[in-house]
């Protein structure tokens, strides 16, 4: 079939292929030139030419062939109008590339990666990127910023564990002053306490607690606190557990700082009888969790090399083996309370970085119906953060050495303010089964639990705590700065648990006043050694 238009547009006429003579003719009528005709046509064409335009970009996008003729645009017209959403594979082709695996597009070595999102923007704005380099320069940059990111929290928890294990020179400055002025100052010499109150040592009458510490200002301000808030002073009777290194310092502070009518004590762990006669638990326990965890120090880069591990669980394990805190002995004799003090029924133990902020003698006034240690518990409150612990928090219960005795949900109870019966801890084997379950922690590579006295505790214990109202203690001063100061004033104890201690320049400042209100910052020892509030 052929076409054939007349010069002057007025016929059409068909003609069949096969030389037949017959024709088919169409008549155009004729009409006049219109120029709103012309502006309409021109008008379409400009919308078909920008259309076009966009589907070519679109195409060389998507990596296609590229089309040279119109034709070849005509023939993507309609699937381009129809299922456009459907065709293009731009998304998918940055999803696949993102899914690869970490290892496929490494950085190692790379110096052309964008390392902020300004860099980023003005390399892609210089064109020349299809979308797969496009999702390969993106992977590259959030990749980089993520060990960049990974490195400075392992750097700043680093920073915060060295500076949290670590004595301020002010500190060290006081130590030796009070030190010096022990062997200098018979004042400083005097006995702790007096000859005349001596029988108060063992008279369960009194109000009696026990501080272990080899921190003098931190002692300090639990004995100020505790003896400032009391309701009846001349019943209180404080026993100040100590080292060797420190009881010279620690003995002259309280001889030049009476807390009269209080009652204090101030001795060396080397001053008890039962500690020096016979070979003690506690130094076995502490000999030989230092030779085993000597095993596991390895320095931060091995951490850092680490991608799969957790920055801030990893360099605490790691940082804690070297921590002093958790090789001293005086971490460990708690347990040995009722030995220590053979002659007393009840205690209150205080851990050194807590405040007492009110009368603590109802706590002789609770029924412990047979318990052993009266403690709060710690998986109910308004703060999630520090009141939610349980077993699992402390204890692997991946290990069936743990998950065959103890349920992993079962509530965990807080150290740092314990009333402890010592008359019913003589009945029970509960030092014996600390030890005990320090040794299995040893021959398991200390894999049963975190380090600290804290776990094989809530083992020793376990079925012996009777649950205290939370007022007498309040926890997480000393790791976290959301705690509500108004929350912190109302409670009975609070308690610097965690890194920030108050006397460091890491604690928080919004909680530091509840500490440092209980220190003379006129007094010459203080002030020499240039110990300011902040």
């Known amino acids: 079939m052929l076409l054939h238009i007349s010069s002057n547009l007025g016929h059409i006429t068909v003609l069949p292929r096969k030389g037949l003579r017959e024709n088919f003719k169409a008549r155009i009528a004729s009409s006049r030139f219109s120029y709103r005709a012309l502006f309409y046509s021109l008008l379409f064409f400009t919308f078909l030419l920008r259309f076009v335009f966009v589907l070519k970009a679109v195409d060389s996008i998507d990596g296609e062939n590229k089309c040279s003729n119109i034709g070849c645009l005509g023939r993507k017209l309609r699937p381009k109008i129809l299922e456009r959403n459907n065709s293009s594979t731009v998304p998918e082709e940055i999803y696949a590339t993102l899914d690869q695996p970490l ?16 860099e980023f923007m003005t390399e892609m704005n210089k ?58 100052n018979a004042a400083a010499r005097l006995r702790l306490p007096s000859s005349e ?47 060797r ?24 762990l080397h001053h008890f009888d039962w500690f020096t006669k016979r070979k003690v638990s506690a130094i076995e326990a502490k000999e030989k969790d230092q030779i085993k ?22 360099i605490t394990a790691q940082l804690r083996t070297r921590g002093p805190k958790y090789s001293s002995v005086m971490n460990h004799i708690r347990i040995h309370l009722p030995e220590l003090f053979p002659s007393l029924d009840k205690i209150v133990f205080l851990d050194d ?69 010592l008359k ?11 030890h005990y379950w320090v040794e299995q922690n040893i021959e398991a590579n200390m894999s049963l639990w975190q380090l600290g006295t804290l776990p094989p505790g ?34 009975g104890v609070v308690h610097f648990n965690g890194r920030a201690k108050p006397w460091l320049d890491i604690g928080f400042p919004q909680l530091r006043p509840l500490w440092s209100k209980y220190v003379d910052f006129s007094d010459k020892f203080i002030k020499s050694c240039h110990i300011r509030a902040s």
């Open 458 to 491: 809530l083992i020793a214990f376990h079925g012996n705590v009777h649950k205290i109202d939370p007022f007498w203690h309040m926890l997480g001063l000393g790791y976290q700065k959301n705690t509500r100061v108004d929350d912190a004033k109302n409670a």
């Open 197 to 243: 109150l001596f029988p108060a040592l063992v008279d369960n009458s009194y109000f009696h607690f026990v501080l272990a510490s080899d921190n003098v200002i931190a002692a300090s301000v639990v004995a100020k606190s505790l003896v400032r808030n009391s309701l009846h002073p001349w019943k209180v009777v404080l026993h100040i557990i100590t080292d």
């Open 293 to 314: 965890r000597s095993q596991f120090r390895r320095g931060s880069s091995v951490i850092v090399a680490n991608m799969n591990d957790k920055p801030n669980t990893v």
């Open 103 to 118: 290892d496929k597009y490494g950085i190692e070595g790379k110096s052309d990666i964008p390392q902020t999102l300004e």
């Open 245 to 268: 290194k420190t009881y010279h310092s620690m003995h002259a502070w309280f001889s030049l700082h009476s807390l009269s009518p209080a009652v204090i004590e101030v001795k060396a």
């Open 127 to 184: 064109g020349g990127y299809d979308a797969k380099t496009f999702a390969i320069k993106l992977r590259e940059m959030v990749r980089f910023m993520q060990q960049r990111t990974r490195t400075s929290k392992i750097q700043e928890h680093l920073y915060h564990q060295v500076v949290s294990n670590s004595i301020p020179k002010q500190l060290h400055c006081l130590e030796l002053r009070l030190a010096n002025e022990h062997t200098n």
């Open 353 to 421: 970085d807590i405040v007492v902020q009110t009368d603590l003698s109802p706590l002789w006034d609770i029924d412990m119906n047979g318990k052993v240690n009266g403690a709060v518990e710690t998986c109910k409150g308004g703060d999630k953060f520090a009141m939610s612990k349980r077993l699992k928090s402390y204890l692997n219960f991946s290990n069936p050495l743990i998950s065959k005795y103890f349920d992993p949900n079962e509530c965990h109870w807080a150290y740092g303010m314990n009333i402890f019966d």
């Open 424 to 434: 019913a801890w003589r009945k029970t084997n509960i030092s014996h089964t600390y």
